[in-house]
C-alpha cells in the first residue's frame, strides 16, 4: 500500500461549500443560512455571497473548495519525514494544533493534519512556515505517534 492515497471515506456528494466553512470555523452556521436566503432569492454563489457578506476572506473560500472534492489521506507509520520539514514546527504547536509537517516539495509544505479544514491551524502553518502547504488527512492516533517518534522530550 502507498502511503498516500485518495480517501476511502470520500463521500459519494461533494461537501458543500458552507459545511467546510462552518467546519474550518471561517464562518458561522447562521451566516451560511443568511447566504442560502441570499442566494435563493437572487441566486449566485454561495462562497462568493460571503465573501459579500464580509463573513469571510477569498482565501476562506479558496481554501475551502481545494478542500471540497476530497480528501488525500495519509499513513505516516509509512513515511520518512524529512528533518527540514519537522525543523519548520515545534512539538507543541504540532500537538495543539495535530498537525505533523514531513515534507517541503518545491517549497509548498506537506503536512498531515487531523482537521485538514481548520482555519485555526492553517492560519498558524502559514504564519510560522511562510510556506504554502497542502493538507493530507491522518487519524488522531497516528499523528500523535509521529509526533513521539519525530521530536525528542523535552
Same mark, same amino acid.
Given at each position: 500500500?502507498?502511503?498516500?492515497? =485518495? ?5 459519494? +456528494? &461533494?461537501? @458543500?461549500?458552507?459545511? =467546510?466553512?462552518?467546519?474550518? @470555523? ?7 443560512? +443568511?447566504? =442560502?436566503?441570499? &442566494?435563493?432569492?437572487?441566486? *449566485? ?11 469571510? $476572506?477569498? *482565501?476562506?473560500?479558496? #481554501?475551502?473548495?481545494?478542500? &471540497?472534492?476530497?480528501? #488525500? ?6 513515511? $520518512?519525514?524529512?528533518?527540514? %520539514?519537522?525543523?519548520? /514546527? *515545534? @512539538?507543541?504547536?504540532? !500537538? ?6 514531513? +515534507?517541503?516539495?518545491? *517549497? /509548498?509544505?506537506?503536512? %498531515?493534519?487531523?482537521?485538514?479544514? $481548520? ?15 497542502? %493538507?493530507?488527512? !491522518?487519524?488522531?492516533? $497516528?499523528?500523535? %505517534? ?7 522530550? +523535552?
Amino acid at each position: 500500500m502507498h502511503p498516500l492515497r =485518495l480517501s476511502e471515506n470520500r463521500p459519494r +456528494e &461533494q461537501r @458543500k461549500i458552507g459545511d =467546510l466553512l462552518i467546519a474550518g @470555523k471561517a464562518v458561522t452556521a447562521e451566516q451560511v443560512r +443568511e447566504a =442560502l436566503m441570499i &442566494q435563493e432569492r437572487h441566486g *449566485g454563489l454561495t462562497g462568493r455571497i460571503l465573501i459579500e457578506m464580509g463573513a469571510c $476572506s477569498a *482565501g476562506d473560500v479558496r #481554501t475551502a473548495l481545494g478542500r &471540497q472534492v476530497w480528501f #488525500t489521506t495519509i499513513d505516516l507509520a509509512r513515511v $520518512s519525514p524529512q528533518r527540514e %520539514a519537522i525543523g519548520l /514546527l *515545534g @512539538k507543541d504547536v504540532c !500537538v495543539r494544533f495535530r498537525m505533523f509537517p514531513f +515534507e517541503i516539495l518545491e *517549497g /509548498l509544505l506537506c503536512l %498531515a493534519m487531523v482537521n485538514v479544514v $481548520s482555519k485555526n491551524a492553517c492560519m498558524e502553518a502559514e504564519r510560522l512556515t511562510k510556506l504554502d502547504f497542502k %493538507a493530507f488527512k !491522518v487519524d488522531r492516533d $497516528s499523528l500523535m %505517534a509521529a509526533i513521539a517518534r519525530h521530536y525528542p522530550e +523535552e
